[in-house]
Protein backbone atom coordinates (compact mmCIF):
# COMPACT_ATOMS: atom_id res chain seq x y z
CA UNK A 1 0.00 0.00 0.00
CA UNK A 2 1.21 3.44 -1.27
CA UNK A 3 0.21 6.94 0.98
CA UNK A 4 -0.46 10.01 -1.21
CA UNK A 5 -0.11 13.11 1.19
CA UNK A 6 -1.91 16.31 -0.28
CA UNK A 7 -1.23 19.27 1.11
CA UNK A 8 -4.01 22.14 0.67
CA UNK A 9 -7.47 20.89 1.06
CA UNK A 10 -8.48 23.83 -1.47
CA UNK A 11 -10.09 24.02 -4.94
CA UNK A 12 -6.93 22.26 -6.17
CA UNK A 13 -5.97 20.02 -3.09
CA UNK A 14 -9.66 18.81 -2.52
CA UNK A 15 -9.89 17.66 -6.09
CA UNK A 16 -6.90 16.00 -6.13
CA UNK A 17 -7.17 14.05 -3.00
CA UNK A 18 -10.97 13.14 -3.87
CA UNK A 19 -10.42 12.15 -7.40
CA UNK A 20 -7.20 9.98 -5.98
CA UNK A 21 -9.33 8.63 -3.45
CA UNK A 22 -11.84 7.58 -5.71
CA UNK A 23 -9.58 6.21 -8.34
CA UNK A 24 -7.46 4.44 -6.01
CA UNK A 25 -9.98 2.67 -3.76
CA UNK A 26 -8.83 0.68 -0.63
CA UNK A 27 -5.54 -0.66 -2.33
CA UNK A 28 -3.91 2.66 -1.17
CA UNK A 29 -3.82 5.47 1.34
CA UNK A 30 -4.49 9.07 1.00
CA UNK A 31 -3.83 12.14 3.17
CA UNK A 32 -5.12 15.39 3.02
CA UNK A 33 -3.44 17.71 5.30
CA UNK A 34 -4.87 21.37 5.79
CA UNK A 35 -5.35 23.85 8.68
CA UNK A 36 -9.14 24.78 8.19
CA UNK A 37 -11.93 22.36 9.39
CA UNK A 38 -14.23 23.82 7.00
CA UNK A 39 -13.70 24.09 2.90
CA UNK A 40 -14.78 27.38 1.67
CA UNK A 41 -16.25 27.89 -1.78
CA UNK A 42 -13.86 31.15 -1.98
CA UNK A 43 -16.21 32.75 -5.19
CA UNK A 44 -19.01 33.53 -3.30
CA UNK A 45 -17.23 35.40 -0.49
CA UNK A 46 -18.23 38.38 -2.45
CA UNK A 47 -21.43 37.69 -1.27
CA UNK A 48 -20.76 37.71 2.27
CA UNK A 49 -18.78 40.34 2.14
CA UNK A 50 -21.99 42.57 0.96
CA UNK A 51 -24.20 40.76 3.78
CA UNK A 52 -25.67 38.51 1.15
CA UNK A 53 -25.06 35.39 2.03
CA UNK A 54 -24.06 34.17 5.00
CA UNK A 55 -20.58 32.28 6.29
CA UNK A 56 -22.54 28.77 6.79
CA UNK A 57 -23.96 29.46 2.95
CA UNK A 58 -20.47 28.91 1.79
CA UNK A 59 -18.24 26.54 4.05
CA UNK A 60 -19.03 23.31 5.19
CA UNK A 61 -17.19 20.55 7.18
CA UNK A 62 -14.58 18.81 5.57
CA UNK A 63 -14.26 15.53 8.12
CA UNK A 64 -17.52 14.12 7.15
CA UNK A 65 -16.87 14.43 3.02
CA UNK A 66 -12.90 13.05 3.85
CA UNK A 67 -14.53 10.24 6.28
CA UNK A 68 -16.73 9.03 2.98
CA UNK A 69 -14.27 9.23 0.52
CA UNK A 70 -12.10 7.22 3.26
CA UNK A 71 -9.42 9.93 3.07
CA UNK A 72 -7.39 10.49 6.49
CA UNK A 73 -7.75 13.82 7.44
CA UNK A 74 -5.37 15.88 9.53
CA UNK A 75 -6.76 19.43 10.36
CA UNK A 76 -3.20 20.93 10.34
CA UNK A 77 -0.78 22.91 8.61
CA UNK A 78 2.69 21.58 6.94
CA UNK A 79 5.51 22.87 7.96
CA UNK A 80 8.19 21.68 6.60
CA UNK A 81 9.54 18.40 3.67
CA UNK A 82 11.84 15.59 3.81
CA UNK A 83 11.49 14.99 0.54
CA UNK A 84 14.70 12.57 0.92
CA UNK A 85 14.00 11.30 4.77
CA UNK A 86 16.69 12.26 7.52
CA UNK A 87 18.78 10.46 9.53
CA UNK A 88 15.86 8.35 11.59
CA UNK A 89 13.94 7.76 8.50
CA UNK A 90 14.60 6.40 4.89
CA UNK A 91 10.94 7.36 3.61
CA UNK A 92 10.64 11.14 2.46
CA UNK A 93 8.14 13.22 4.88
CA UNK A 94 6.11 16.15 5.57
CA UNK A 95 6.47 17.52 9.25
CA UNK A 96 2.62 19.15 10.04
CA UNK A 97 1.69 20.97 13.18
CA UNK A 98 -1.66 21.14 14.03
CA UNK A 99 -4.43 23.40 14.23
CA UNK A 100 -7.41 21.27 15.70
CA UNK A 101 -8.93 23.01 18.69
CA UNK A 102 -7.28 20.43 21.84
CA UNK A 103 -4.02 19.50 19.90
CA UNK A 104 -2.89 22.90 18.13
CA UNK A 105 0.28 23.50 18.12
CA UNK A 106 1.35 19.60 18.72
CA UNK A 107 3.89 18.28 15.39
CA UNK A 108 3.65 14.96 13.89
CA UNK A 109 5.87 13.78 11.00
CA UNK A 110 3.87 11.85 8.21
CA UNK A 111 5.43 9.73 5.61
CA UNK A 112 4.77 9.38 2.39
CA UNK A 113 5.55 7.87 -1.31
CA UNK A 114 3.93 10.68 -3.31
CA UNK A 115 3.04 14.47 -2.20
CA UNK A 116 1.25 16.87 -3.71
CA UNK A 117 1.54 20.63 -2.43
CA UNK A 118 -1.81 22.46 -3.30
CA UNK A 119 -1.59 25.15 -0.26
CA UNK A 120 -2.86 28.01 -2.44
CA UNK A 121 -1.45 31.29 -1.65
CA UNK A 122 -0.14 33.11 1.91
CA UNK A 123 -1.88 36.45 2.02
CA UNK A 124 0.94 38.49 2.38
CA UNK A 125 -0.59 41.25 3.97
CA UNK A 126 2.56 42.77 5.88
CA UNK A 127 4.39 43.34 2.18
CA UNK A 128 2.63 46.29 2.45
CA UNK A 129 3.15 48.67 5.62
CA UNK A 130 0.00 49.09 6.93
CA UNK A 131 -1.91 46.75 5.28
CA UNK A 132 -1.13 43.90 7.87
CA UNK A 133 -1.14 43.48 11.86
CA UNK A 134 3.10 42.99 11.52
CA UNK A 135 2.28 39.15 12.12
CA UNK A 136 1.23 38.29 9.25
CA UNK A 137 -2.57 39.04 9.75
CA UNK A 138 -4.45 41.80 7.74
CA UNK A 139 -4.33 45.28 9.78
CA UNK A 140 -7.17 47.14 10.99
CA UNK A 141 -7.24 49.81 8.47
CA UNK A 142 -9.03 47.70 5.67
CA UNK A 143 -11.43 45.11 4.66
CA UNK A 144 -10.95 41.69 2.85
CA UNK A 145 -12.64 39.00 1.63
CA UNK A 146 -9.95 36.54 0.46
CA UNK A 147 -11.69 33.67 3.60
CA UNK A 148 -14.59 33.65 4.44
CA UNK A 149 -14.48 35.00 7.88
CA UNK A 150 -12.55 38.34 6.44
CA UNK A 151 -15.59 38.55 4.12
CA UNK A 152 -18.23 38.27 7.19
CA UNK A 153 -16.03 41.65 8.51
CA UNK A 154 -16.20 43.18 5.67
CA UNK A 155 -19.40 43.07 5.79
CA UNK A 156 -20.12 44.40 9.17
CA UNK A 157 -18.11 47.72 8.13
CA UNK A 158 -20.13 47.72 4.74
CA UNK A 159 -23.25 48.32 6.92
CA UNK A 160 -21.91 50.95 9.54
CA UNK A 161 -21.04 52.96 6.39
CA UNK A 162 -24.17 52.49 4.75
CA UNK A 163 -25.51 53.68 8.30
CA UNK A 164 -23.39 56.33 8.48
CA UNK A 165 -24.97 57.40 4.73
CA UNK A 166 -28.38 57.50 5.55
CA UNK A 167 -27.35 59.63 8.52
CA UNK A 168 -26.12 62.19 5.76
CA UNK A 169 -22.60 61.47 6.03
CA UNK A 170 -20.78 60.98 3.10
CA UNK A 171 -18.25 58.16 2.47
CA UNK A 172 -15.67 57.34 0.18
CA UNK A 173 -15.22 53.60 -0.87
CA UNK A 174 -11.68 52.82 -2.16
CA UNK A 175 -11.33 49.10 -3.55
CA UNK A 176 -8.71 47.27 -5.38
CA UNK A 177 -4.91 45.85 -5.17
CA UNK A 178 -2.69 46.96 -2.25
CA UNK A 179 0.98 46.42 -3.47
CA UNK A 180 2.32 46.90 -7.19
CA UNK A 181 2.87 42.89 -7.17
CA UNK A 182 -0.67 41.42 -6.57
CA UNK A 183 -2.75 39.13 -8.74
CA UNK A 184 -6.90 38.28 -8.33
CA UNK A 185 -7.99 41.72 -9.68
CA UNK A 186 -10.73 39.80 -10.80
CA UNK A 187 -12.15 39.41 -6.68
CA UNK A 188 -11.88 43.31 -6.46
CA UNK A 189 -13.51 43.95 -9.47
CA UNK A 190 -16.34 41.86 -8.46
CA UNK A 191 -16.38 43.72 -4.97
CA UNK A 192 -16.15 46.87 -6.31
CA UNK A 193 -19.30 46.40 -7.88
CA UNK A 194 -21.36 44.22 -5.71
CA UNK A 195 -20.61 47.32 -3.18
CA UNK A 196 -22.01 49.22 -6.12
CA UNK A 197 -24.96 47.74 -6.22
CA UNK A 198 -25.75 47.43 -2.61
CA UNK A 199 -25.37 50.80 -2.26
CA UNK A 200 -28.00 51.78 -5.08
CA UNK A 201 -30.25 48.84 -3.18
CA UNK A 202 -29.81 50.74 0.11
CA UNK A 203 -30.36 54.46 -1.66
CA UNK A 204 -27.58 55.72 -0.56
CA UNK A 205 -25.72 55.94 -4.14
CA UNK A 206 -25.61 59.41 -4.05
CA UNK A 207 -23.51 59.74 -1.03
CA UNK A 208 -20.86 57.66 -1.56
CA UNK A 209 -17.80 58.39 -3.84
CA UNK A 210 -16.29 54.67 -5.33
CA UNK A 211 -13.24 54.39 -6.67
CA UNK A 212 -10.98 51.17 -8.39
CA UNK A 213 -7.20 51.35 -6.94
CA UNK A 214 -4.89 48.69 -9.02
CA UNK A 215 -1.18 47.73 -10.12
CA UNK A 216 -3.06 46.92 -13.95
CA UNK A 217 -1.31 49.08 -16.37
CA UNK A 218 -4.94 49.43 -17.79
CA UNK A 219 -8.62 48.61 -16.68
CA UNK A 220 -9.22 45.28 -17.29
CA UNK A 221 -6.09 43.75 -17.36
CA UNK A 222 -6.94 41.14 -14.83
CA UNK A 223 -3.48 39.79 -14.71
CA UNK A 224 -3.92 37.99 -18.00
CA UNK A 225 -2.69 40.53 -19.98
CA UNK A 226 -6.50 41.84 -20.78
CA UNK A 227 -7.44 39.83 -23.21
CA UNK A 228 -9.90 40.30 -26.62
CA UNK A 229 -13.49 39.08 -26.61
CA UNK A 230 -16.19 39.18 -28.65
CA UNK A 231 -18.95 41.20 -27.82
CA UNK A 232 -21.95 42.07 -29.73
CA UNK A 233 -20.30 41.16 -33.24
CA UNK A 234 -16.57 42.95 -32.54
CA UNK A 235 -13.63 41.71 -31.09
CA UNK A 236 -13.05 44.31 -28.24
CA UNK A 237 -10.47 44.77 -25.89
CA UNK A 238 -11.06 44.11 -22.49
CA UNK A 239 -9.67 47.66 -21.44
CA UNK A 240 -12.89 48.89 -23.49
CA UNK A 241 -15.50 46.43 -21.67
CA UNK A 242 -13.85 47.19 -18.24
CA UNK A 243 -14.18 51.03 -18.63
CA UNK A 244 -17.36 50.93 -20.40
CA UNK A 245 -18.88 49.32 -16.93
CA UNK A 246 -17.30 51.75 -14.71
CA UNK A 247 -18.41 54.76 -16.50
CA UNK A 248 -21.91 53.30 -16.57
CA UNK A 249 -21.49 53.03 -12.87
CA UNK A 250 -20.05 56.10 -12.19
CA UNK A 251 -16.77 54.55 -10.48
CA UNK A 252 -13.36 56.43 -10.75
CA UNK A 253 -9.99 54.28 -11.06
CA UNK A 254 -6.56 55.10 -10.04
CA UNK A 255 -4.53 52.37 -12.87
CA UNK A 256 -0.75 51.35 -12.74
CA UNK A 257 -0.72 52.20 -9.13
CA UNK A 258 1.62 50.69 -6.09
CA UNK A 259 -0.03 51.23 -3.01
CA UNK A 260 2.99 51.98 -1.00
CA UNK A 261 1.39 52.32 2.41
CA UNK A 262 -2.03 52.21 4.31
CA UNK A 263 -2.95 54.47 7.25
CA UNK A 264 -6.21 54.80 8.94
CA UNK A 265 -8.49 56.52 6.55
CA UNK A 266 -5.54 56.71 3.74
CA UNK A 267 -3.30 55.17 1.31
CA UNK A 268 0.08 56.57 -0.35
CA UNK A 269 0.43 55.36 -3.94
CA UNK A 270 3.16 55.29 -6.87
CA UNK A 271 2.07 55.66 -9.85
CA UNK A 272 3.59 54.14 -13.43
CA UNK A 273 5.14 57.67 -14.18
CA UNK A 274 7.08 57.36 -10.73
CA UNK A 275 4.48 59.91 -9.36
CA UNK A 276 3.32 59.33 -6.16
CA UNK A 277 0.37 60.56 -4.20
CA UNK A 278 -2.38 59.99 -1.36
CA UNK A 279 -6.20 58.95 -1.71
CA UNK A 280 -8.21 59.23 1.11
CA UNK A 281 -11.14 56.60 2.14
CA UNK A 282 -13.66 55.84 4.42
CA UNK A 283 -13.86 51.85 3.20
CA UNK A 284 -10.84 50.14 1.51
CA UNK A 285 -10.67 46.49 0.25
CA UNK A 286 -7.18 46.13 -0.77
CA UNK A 287 -6.28 42.66 -1.72
CA UNK A 288 -2.95 41.49 -0.55
CA UNK A 289 -0.30 40.16 -2.37
CA UNK A 290 0.80 36.32 -2.54
CA UNK A 291 3.26 34.36 -2.11
CA UNK A 292 4.29 30.47 -0.89
CA UNK A 293 2.90 29.64 2.21
CA UNK A 294 6.54 29.37 3.28
CA UNK A 295 7.07 25.74 3.52
CA UNK A 296 10.53 24.69 4.02
CA UNK A 297 12.76 21.53 2.28
CA UNK A 298 15.86 19.55 3.77
CA UNK A 299 17.89 17.18 2.33
CA UNK A 300 18.84 13.75 4.04
CA UNK A 301 21.31 15.39 6.06
CA UNK A 302 19.13 17.74 7.86
CA UNK A 303 20.82 20.85 5.11
CA UNK A 304 18.28 23.97 3.93
CA UNK A 305 16.96 22.78 0.15
CA UNK A 306 14.15 24.99 0.38
CA UNK A 307 15.97 27.11 -2.41
CA UNK A 308 16.27 24.05 -4.20
CA UNK A 309 12.93 23.23 -4.00
CA UNK A 310 11.09 26.16 -4.10
CA UNK A 311 10.96 29.42 -6.43
CA UNK A 312 12.42 32.56 -4.45
CA UNK A 313 8.49 33.41 -4.23
CA UNK A 314 7.88 30.74 -2.09
CA UNK A 315 5.68 28.92 -4.82
CA UNK A 316 6.92 25.51 -5.72
CA UNK A 317 8.81 24.57 -8.77
CA UNK A 318 7.75 22.05 -11.39
CA UNK A 319 8.24 21.55 -15.08
CA UNK A 320 8.14 24.90 -16.17
CA UNK A 321 11.35 26.86 -17.99
CA UNK A 322 12.23 29.08 -15.47
CA UNK A 323 14.87 30.96 -17.38
CA UNK A 324 14.83 34.44 -17.27
CA UNK A 325 14.48 36.59 -20.46
CA UNK A 326 13.08 39.83 -21.97
CA UNK A 327 9.48 39.67 -22.57
CA UNK A 328 9.75 39.38 -26.01
CA UNK A 329 10.93 35.55 -25.96
CA UNK A 330 7.88 34.35 -23.40
CA UNK A 331 6.62 31.89 -24.58
CA UNK A 332 3.40 29.64 -24.20
CA UNK A 333 5.83 26.51 -23.94
CA UNK A 334 7.60 27.92 -20.90
CA UNK A 335 4.32 27.15 -19.05
CA UNK A 336 4.30 23.69 -17.10
CA UNK A 337 2.38 21.17 -18.52
CA UNK A 338 2.69 17.80 -15.63
CA UNK A 339 3.39 20.05 -12.42
CA UNK A 340 6.11 17.70 -11.48
CA UNK A 341 9.01 18.96 -9.13
CA UNK A 342 12.00 18.57 -11.15
CA UNK A 343 14.03 17.63 -8.66
CA UNK A 344 12.11 15.23 -6.85
CA UNK A 345 9.70 13.13 -9.32
CA UNK A 346 7.56 12.19 -6.46
CA UNK A 347 6.49 15.67 -5.90
CA UNK A 348 3.94 17.89 -7.76
CA UNK A 349 2.38 21.30 -6.78
CA UNK A 350 -1.37 22.18 -8.05
CA UNK A 351 -3.21 25.15 -8.52
CA UNK A 352 -1.63 28.60 -6.71
CA UNK A 353 0.91 27.01 -5.08
CA UNK A 354 2.98 25.80 -8.33
CA UNK A 355 5.54 28.60 -9.27
CA UNK A 356 4.71 30.32 -12.77
CA UNK A 357 7.69 30.61 -14.91
CA UNK A 358 6.72 34.65 -15.44
CA UNK A 359 3.73 37.10 -15.53
CA UNK A 360 1.59 37.02 -18.66
CA UNK A 361 0.94 40.31 -17.75
CA UNK A 362 3.61 42.87 -19.60
CA UNK A 363 6.10 43.55 -16.84
CA UNK A 364 6.33 47.44 -15.99
CA UNK A 365 8.24 49.21 -13.53
CA UNK A 366 8.16 52.71 -12.45
CA UNK A 367 11.12 55.13 -13.07
CA UNK A 368 12.34 54.87 -9.26
CA UNK A 369 12.59 51.16 -9.83
CA UNK A 370 9.41 49.86 -8.32
CA UNK A 371 7.83 46.72 -10.49
CA UNK A 372 4.06 47.76 -10.98
CA UNK A 373 2.71 44.72 -13.07
CA UNK A 374 -0.27 42.34 -11.90
CA UNK A 375 1.25 38.64 -11.37
CA UNK A 376 -0.47 35.47 -13.09
CA UNK A 377 -3.66 34.39 -11.82
CA UNK A 378 -4.90 31.16 -11.04
CA UNK A 379 -8.19 31.23 -10.66
CA UNK A 380 -10.99 27.84 -9.70
CA UNK A 381 -10.94 26.36 -13.33
CA UNK A 382 -7.69 26.14 -14.00
CA UNK A 383 -6.86 24.98 -10.31
CA UNK A 384 -9.20 22.02 -10.71
CA UNK A 385 -8.03 20.96 -13.60
CA UNK A 386 -4.68 20.91 -13.15
CA UNK A 387 -5.60 19.51 -9.54
CA UNK A 388 -7.30 16.33 -11.38
CA UNK A 389 -4.21 15.82 -14.00
CA UNK A 390 -1.77 15.39 -11.14
CA UNK A 391 -4.08 13.00 -9.49
CA UNK A 392 -4.65 11.32 -12.37
CA UNK A 393 -0.72 10.99 -12.76
CA UNK A 394 -0.08 10.09 -9.54
CA UNK A 395 -2.72 7.28 -9.69
CA UNK A 396 -1.14 5.89 -12.41
CA UNK A 397 2.58 6.63 -10.89
CA UNK A 398 0.94 4.26 -8.17
CA UNK A 399 -0.93 1.58 -9.93
CA UNK A 400 1.19 1.16 -13.03
CA UNK A 401 4.40 1.96 -11.57
CA UNK A 402 6.87 4.57 -12.16
CA UNK A 403 7.46 5.08 -16.11
CA UNK A 404 3.64 5.35 -16.22
CA UNK A 405 2.79 8.79 -18.92
CA UNK A 406 1.82 11.81 -16.90
CA UNK A 407 -1.03 13.67 -17.66
CA UNK A 408 -0.92 16.94 -18.88
CA UNK A 409 -2.63 20.70 -18.34
CA UNK A 410 -1.20 23.16 -19.71
CA UNK A 411 -2.44 26.85 -18.84
CA UNK A 412 -1.24 27.86 -22.19
CA UNK A 413 -3.61 25.00 -24.12
CA UNK A 414 -6.71 25.48 -21.18
CA UNK A 415 -9.23 27.68 -21.19
CA UNK A 416 -11.00 29.22 -18.63
CA UNK A 417 -14.81 30.38 -17.56
CA UNK A 418 -15.24 33.38 -15.27
CA UNK A 419 -18.43 34.79 -14.25
CA UNK A 420 -17.62 37.75 -12.44
CA UNK A 421 -20.86 39.15 -10.38
CA UNK A 422 -21.92 42.49 -10.85
CA UNK A 423 -24.38 42.53 -8.35
CA UNK A 424 -26.52 39.61 -6.74
CA UNK A 425 -30.43 39.48 -7.45
CA UNK A 426 -32.49 37.28 -9.35
CA UNK A 427 -34.32 39.57 -11.45
CA UNK A 428 -31.95 42.57 -11.00
CA UNK A 429 -28.74 41.17 -10.32
CA UNK A 430 -25.64 41.24 -13.53
CA UNK A 431 -22.46 39.49 -13.87
CA UNK A 432 -19.71 39.54 -16.75
CA UNK A 433 -19.48 36.34 -18.29
CA UNK A 434 -16.62 35.71 -19.69
CA UNK A 435 -14.59 32.85 -21.30
CA UNK A 436 -11.08 33.17 -22.33
CA UNK A 437 -8.67 30.27 -24.48
CA UNK A 438 -6.56 29.67 -23.97
CA UNK A 439 -5.85 31.21 -20.55
CA UNK A 440 -1.87 32.15 -21.52
CA UNK A 441 -1.72 33.90 -24.66
CA UNK A 442 0.00 31.98 -27.41
CA UNK A 443 1.26 34.90 -29.81
CA UNK A 444 2.63 31.90 -32.41
CA UNK A 445 -0.75 30.05 -32.66
CA UNK A 446 -2.34 33.96 -32.63
CA UNK A 447 -0.21 36.38 -33.35
CA UNK A 448 -2.52 38.92 -32.71
CA UNK A 449 -4.28 38.60 -29.77
CA UNK A 450 -2.82 35.74 -28.59
CA UNK A 451 -6.06 34.14 -27.72
CA UNK A 452 -8.49 32.43 -30.22
CA UNK A 453 -11.45 34.83 -30.28
CA UNK A 454 -14.53 31.70 -31.12
CA UNK A 455 -13.76 30.77 -28.01
CA UNK A 456 -12.85 34.37 -25.95
CA UNK A 457 -15.97 36.37 -25.42
CA UNK A 458 -17.85 37.82 -22.64
CA UNK A 459 -21.35 39.97 -21.89
CA UNK A 460 -23.03 41.45 -19.02
CA UNK A 461 -26.20 40.67 -17.71
CA UNK A 462 -29.08 38.78 -15.38
CA UNK A 463 -28.07 35.54 -17.35
CA UNK A 464 -24.43 35.57 -15.86
CA UNK A 465 -25.49 35.88 -13.00
CA UNK A 466 -27.85 33.09 -12.58
CA UNK A 467 -24.98 31.07 -14.27
CA UNK A 468 -22.88 32.58 -11.31
CA UNK A 469 -25.76 31.52 -8.39
CA UNK A 470 -25.72 28.21 -10.15
CA UNK A 471 -22.50 27.77 -10.08
CA UNK A 472 -22.47 28.61 -6.05
CA UNK A 473 -24.80 25.55 -5.59
CA UNK A 474 -23.09 23.19 -8.37
CA UNK A 475 -19.16 23.32 -6.96
CA UNK A 476 -20.43 22.54 -3.31
CA UNK A 477 -22.52 19.78 -4.34
CA UNK A 478 -19.75 18.55 -6.25
CA UNK A 479 -17.06 19.12 -2.78
CA UNK A 480 -19.46 17.28 -0.81
CA UNK A 481 -19.07 14.64 -3.37
CA UNK A 482 -22.76 14.15 -3.44
CA UNK A 483 -24.28 11.51 -5.44
CA UNK A 484 -23.14 12.17 -9.56
CA UNK A 485 -19.76 14.90 -7.94
CA UNK A 486 -17.63 13.39 -10.86
CA UNK A 487 -19.39 13.93 -13.89
CA UNK A 488 -19.48 18.23 -12.78
CA UNK A 489 -16.72 19.43 -14.71
CA UNK A 490 -13.80 21.86 -12.86
CA UNK B 1 -31.60 63.87 -17.97
CA UNK B 2 -30.39 60.91 -20.06
CA UNK B 3 -28.20 58.27 -17.71
CA UNK B 4 -25.91 58.69 -20.60
CA UNK B 5 -25.23 62.84 -20.18
CA UNK B 6 -24.37 61.92 -16.87
CA UNK B 7 -22.31 59.49 -17.12
CA UNK B 8 -20.14 61.02 -19.91
CA UNK B 9 -19.97 64.59 -18.02
CA UNK B 10 -16.84 63.10 -16.11
CA UNK B 11 -13.35 63.45 -18.39
CA UNK B 12 -12.32 60.48 -17.06
CA UNK B 13 -15.17 58.66 -18.53
CA UNK B 14 -15.83 60.05 -21.71
CA UNK B 15 -13.53 58.29 -24.20
CA UNK B 16 -15.39 54.90 -23.63
CA UNK B 17 -18.53 53.89 -24.71
CA UNK B 18 -21.95 53.75 -22.50
CA UNK B 19 -24.99 51.40 -23.29
CA UNK B 20 -28.06 52.97 -23.81
CA UNK B 21 -31.54 53.06 -21.90
CA UNK B 22 -31.98 49.92 -24.54
CA UNK B 23 -28.99 48.06 -24.10
CA UNK B 24 -29.27 48.72 -20.40
CA UNK B 25 -32.88 47.52 -20.28
CA UNK B 26 -31.79 44.02 -22.37
CA UNK B 27 -29.65 42.94 -19.91
CA UNK B 28 -32.27 42.54 -17.28
CA UNK B 29 -34.87 41.70 -19.39
CA UNK B 30 -35.90 38.09 -18.56
CA UNK B 31 -36.70 36.35 -22.20
CA UNK B 32 -34.06 37.70 -23.63
CA UNK B 33 -31.25 36.97 -20.89
CA UNK B 34 -32.73 33.02 -20.66
CA UNK B 35 -31.87 32.94 -24.36
CA UNK B 36 -28.64 34.41 -23.80
CA UNK B 37 -28.04 31.86 -20.39
CA UNK B 38 -28.97 29.34 -22.84
CA UNK B 39 -25.67 30.47 -25.26
CA UNK B 40 -23.42 31.07 -22.85
CA UNK B 41 -23.77 27.64 -21.31
CA UNK B 42 -23.18 26.41 -24.95
CA UNK B 43 -20.20 28.38 -25.08
CA UNK B 44 -18.97 27.56 -21.92
CA UNK B 45 -19.24 23.96 -22.51
CA UNK B 46 -17.30 24.32 -25.67
CA UNK B 47 -14.74 25.80 -23.62
CA UNK B 48 -14.74 23.85 -20.77
CA UNK B 49 -14.58 20.69 -23.58
CA UNK B 50 -11.69 22.10 -24.50
CA UNK B 51 -9.45 22.12 -21.45
CA UNK B 52 -9.92 18.96 -20.38
C1 LIG C 1 -12.56 36.71 -3.08
C2 LIG C 1 -12.14 35.78 -4.16
C3 LIG C 1 -13.01 35.52 -5.21
C4 LIG C 1 -12.64 34.67 -6.22
N1 LIG C 1 -13.52 34.44 -7.24
C5 LIG C 1 -13.21 33.56 -8.20
C6 LIG C 1 -14.13 33.26 -9.24
O1 LIG C 1 -15.22 33.82 -9.30
N2 LIG C 1 -13.78 32.34 -10.17
C7 LIG C 1 -12.57 31.69 -10.12
O2 LIG C 1 -12.30 30.87 -10.97
N3 LIG C 1 -11.68 31.95 -9.15
C8 LIG C 1 -11.96 32.87 -8.20
N4 LIG C 1 -11.06 33.14 -7.21
C9 LIG C 1 -9.78 32.42 -7.21
C10 LIG C 1 -9.91 31.03 -6.62
O3 LIG C 1 -10.46 31.12 -5.34
C11 LIG C 1 -8.54 30.40 -6.59
O4 LIG C 1 -8.07 30.31 -7.90
C12 LIG C 1 -8.54 29.01 -6.01
O5 LIG C 1 -9.06 29.01 -4.71
C13 LIG C 1 -7.13 28.46 -6.01
O6 LIG C 1 -7.14 27.15 -5.53
P1 LIG C 1 -5.93 26.58 -4.68
O7 LIG C 1 -6.35 25.21 -4.29
O8 LIG C 1 -4.66 26.76 -5.40
O9 LIG C 1 -5.85 27.51 -3.39
P2 LIG C 1 -6.91 27.60 -2.19
O10 LIG C 1 -8.28 27.33 -2.69
O11 LIG C 1 -6.63 28.88 -1.50
O12 LIG C 1 -6.51 26.39 -1.24
C14 LIG C 1 -5.31 26.32 -0.53
C15 LIG C 1 -5.53 25.47 0.69
O13 LIG C 1 -4.29 25.21 1.33
C16 LIG C 1 -4.44 25.39 2.72
N5 LIG C 1 -3.13 25.68 3.31
C17 LIG C 1 -2.53 26.89 3.48
N6 LIG C 1 -1.33 26.73 4.09
C18 LIG C 1 -1.17 25.40 4.28
C19 LIG C 1 -0.14 24.62 4.86
N7 LIG C 1 0.98 25.16 5.35
N8 LIG C 1 -0.31 23.28 4.91
C20 LIG C 1 -1.43 22.69 4.43
N9 LIG C 1 -2.44 23.40 3.87
C21 LIG C 1 -2.31 24.72 3.79
C22 LIG C 1 -5.44 26.53 2.84
O14 LIG C 1 -6.02 26.58 4.11
C23 LIG C 1 -6.42 26.16 1.74
O15 LIG C 1 -7.37 25.26 2.20
C24 LIG C 1 -11.38 34.04 -6.19
C25 LIG C 1 -10.49 34.30 -5.16
C26 LIG C 1 -10.86 35.19 -4.15
C27 LIG C 1 -9.88 35.47 -3.03
Not at chain 1, 35 to 53: D, E, R, Y
Not at chain 1, 194 to 200: D, G, T
Not at chain 1, 464 to 487: D, E, Q, R, S, V
Request: with cysteine; glycine share 10%.
Amino acid sequence: MARLVVLGGGVAGHTTATFAAKWLGSQHEVVVVTPNSKWNWIPSNIWVGVGQMTKEEVTFDLAPVYAKAGITFHQAKAVSINPEGSDSSEKPFVTIEYTEEGKAGETEVVEYDYLVNATGPKLNFDATPGLGDGNGQMGDNTVSVCTADHAVHASHKLAEAIEKMKGGTRQKFLIGTGHGMCTCQGAAFEYIFNIENELRKSGVRDMADIKWISNESFLGDFGMGGLHMKVGGYVVSSKLFAESLYAERSIDWLIGAHTSKVENGKVEYELLDGSKGEEEFDFAMLIPPFAGVGLKAYDKAGEDITGTVFAPNGFMKVDADYTAKPYAEWKASDWPRTYQNPTYSNMFAAGIAFAPPHLISKPMKSPNGTPINPTPPRTGMPSGIIGKAVAHSVCDLMTKGENAHLHEASMAEMGAACVASAGKGVFTGTAAAMTVYPVVPDFEKYPGTGRDTDYTFGEIGLAGHWIKHILHFLFIYKAKLNPGWTLIPE
Amino acid sequence: MKEEELNFEKEQFSLTMIPGKFARSMRTCVIWQFIRFVIINVKMIIVVGKSH
